[in-house]
């Protein structure tokens, strides 16, 4: 009769043997590994997961239930888990290693972790590091000669697959033991060089490049001098080691990094500009929601004693020249910090000339980088709001409403809204349902005005991420009371309604009783998809319902057109 640990032995066994015939199983391999040169296997690393029954081994450890506590205890001990389980399920994954060691399907490091339940709770272990020298010599001679000819040599844009290996193999201390941190930057530097003039190519280039920096930040660079733990939000929670401090004197007086013996070395030379680098990186170019992550690594490496850290904080990241980021003048004075997305603008003189220089500023920086999802602090004697209910009393809406005040600024208010307006962006100082893209109150104020902001009116709708901002609604509700339902307006309208919500109720069913505005807003409809039809008739007409009861009851020509409505829907 087998004991409790013949089976639980069998059953982890059999589940490892399992996996890796599985593996061997895909027919896709070969294909896999020769879409670059950079990639040498497609697995690196099995999690064994062992439950009593339903024991699992993944290449994919989401860890979900890593942090918590295992309401029934393991049968056996950790001593037992890591003398004697561990070791022969080691030898068993190192026997399939063995033979496959030179097929595609294993990279030229493997990593094989397990997590037991334990008398003592539950423990996690790295079971087994594998390095196959062969592989990683050929991969090392392959990385060299890709930066060679395609990064420091190359001309021509890059692949994000090729970014995807190349980013994280630059980083890894088992192929680059010494790193060379301003090498490595420069070569960062060069993959967004070359992918210039592709905008949708470079932001997927430089996810690639923030995702490895960042693990390299959160599992090599700051553990050294850190606490680390995991919040209930899963972010982690830093805390200085006691007498953590780094291994070199941080800056000299001059700011300058210095050696052991107090020479001056070149900025971006030490791993702590590396993680400057990093949350540069992540502040000029991840969504909104990413930002703090940037702000705390500058406060982690402030308090491990950067100086450039600390300047950063105060005045931002050294990207920009300072004229760029400092404008004064007898009518405004205005600083930016693109680390904390922030401007400052000082209105001196309450003048349309004030605010067309701080306009001008602020789409100098936008064209050169600074994040679109910044706030202004507004220095002014002057309080305007735009005539818009449910708006953020933000600085920067008050800013924006009083330029509005000036019509001459309007065209240079389009041209800072055009720059401006990017999806998934969001003014810094607004949030819940407040939270508007940028470009919003220029777009919204010039759209309540002049017929000639229509056109804007209909970029911005086709940018707007509905999925978290509801303040279009708000905007549409004033736009038909200030401009009416026209033929000329009809067209911002259903593109504004397009990215309206459940919520919105409009009272303009009496004006559509004018044939050419109802027709107008068919030719507009017709060649959405029946669900955006819908979408944009349910705040007007209410269910579909509703409109077959009307165009029912309609005659002549309103019924031919209410009738068309319903044919758009698909009803």
Known sequence: MSTLYDQAMEEMI??????????????????????????????????????????????????????????????????????EI??????????????????????????????????????QLTLLEWINDEKRHLLLERIHTYVDKKLEHGTYPTKPLESFFLTSHLLDPKLFPELDVAWTIRQYDRIQELNQGRPEALAEHRCEITRAVTAWAENQFLPQYYDVQSSAYRTNEYSLKPGATLEWDVESQTGQPSDEQGKAQTPGTQPIDLLLYTAVMILRFEPSYSKPKGVTFLELAKQLGSKRAARMMTEGSGTYAKDDIHVKTEEVECKANDVFALMNIHIRKEEAGAYQ?????????????????????????????????????????????NALEYPELHPLLEKYAR????????????????????????????????????????????????????????????????????????????????RSTDSLKLKIQSVLENDEILEQLVRQIQELEHYEAERVLYPIFGKVEKLTALARKAEGRRKELLLELLQVTGK
Not at 97 to 112: G, H, S, V
Not at 454 to 477: R, T
Request: with cysteine; charged share 30%; glycine share 8%.
């Open 14 to 83: 059999t589940t490892i043997h399992e996996w890796f015939d599985e593996q061997e199983k895909r027919d896709d391999l070969e294909s896999v590994v020769k879409r670059t040169t950079l990639q040498m296997g497609i697995v690196n690393d099995i999690v064994l997961d062992y439950k009593p029954g339903r024991t699992t081994v993944d290449s994919l450890d989401l860890g979900l239930d890593d942090d918590v506590k295992s309401k029934q205890a393991g049968a056996f001990t950790e001593e037992q888990v890591r003398n």
């Open 357 to 401: 220089q701080a306009l001008t500023f602020i789409i100098h920086l936008l064209k050169q980088g600074f994040p679109k999802g910044y706030k202004i602090k507004l220095k002014s004697a002057v309080k305007q709001y735009l005539p818009i209910k449910g708006l953020a009393k933000s600085d920067t809406h008050r800013f924006f409403a």
């Open 86 to 123: 561990g070791p022969k399920l080691v030898e068993v994954v190192q026997g399939r290693l063995d033979k496959l060691a030179d097929t595609p399907l294993i990279d030229y490091r493997f990593t094989f972790r397990g997590k037991f339940p334990t008398t003592e709770g539950k423990l």
């Open 419 to 498: 720059e401006a307006i990017q999806e998934f962006e969001f003014y810094e100082d607004t949030e819940g349902e407040k939270s508007c893209m940028p470009g919003s109150y220029a777009t919204f104020g010039l759209g309540l005005v002049d017929e000639r902001y229509f056109p804007l009116v209909e970029f911005y709708m086709g940018e707007v991420d509905d999925e978290h901002q509801l303040i279009q609604d708000k905007f549409i509700a004033a736009f038909v009371e200030k401009q009416g339902v026209t033929v000329q307006a009809i067209p911002a309208l259903v593109a504004s309604l397009r």
